[in-house]
């Protein structure tokens, strides 16, 4: 079982929609892809993400996934991730898929 956190912790994390407008592999990572992403009114951001053994840039572009956006930086091949796309894996790592909204949604809207 997973270690508890209180209410009070969860809700400082903000979760936002986020529309992909580039995703590219990054030359030389095993697993890092680089997404370029559009949150609204809050701007654009650089976000790593080592989910290239599941996705392809071409899957990524134009679509609306759910992001943690106020995540610290964090330095990753020389560059700097500004947030964190989420996401579904399975025990054995075989099976990774992107969490995103049923319907239509601005990017930048939070996520509650």
């Known amino acids: 079982m997973s270690d508890t956190i209180t209410f009070e912790d ?3 994390i903000d979760f936002r929609v986020g ?3 580039k995703a590219e592999n990054i ?12 949150f609204g009114e809050e701007g654009k ?3 790593l993400s080592g989910i290239k ?3 392809t840039p071409k899957d990524l572009k134009g679509k609306i996934f759910a992001f943690v956006f106020n995540l610290e930086p964090k330095k990753m091949m020389e560059e ?4 964190m796309i989420m996401a579904a894996e399975t025990d054995d790592g075989e099976e ?17």
């Open 53 to 55: 053994k599941w996705y």
């Open 96 to 112: 990774c898929i992107l969490l995103a909204p049923i319907d239509e949604i601005a990017p930048g809207s939070k996520i509650h």
């Open 10 to 12: 969860f809700s400082k």
């Open 45 to 47: 951001r650089t976000i």
């Open 19 to 21: 529309k992909v407008l």
């Open 80 to 83: 700097e991730s500004q947030g």
């Open 27 to 38: 030359e030389g990572a095993e697993t890092l892809m680089r997404l370029a992403v559009d």
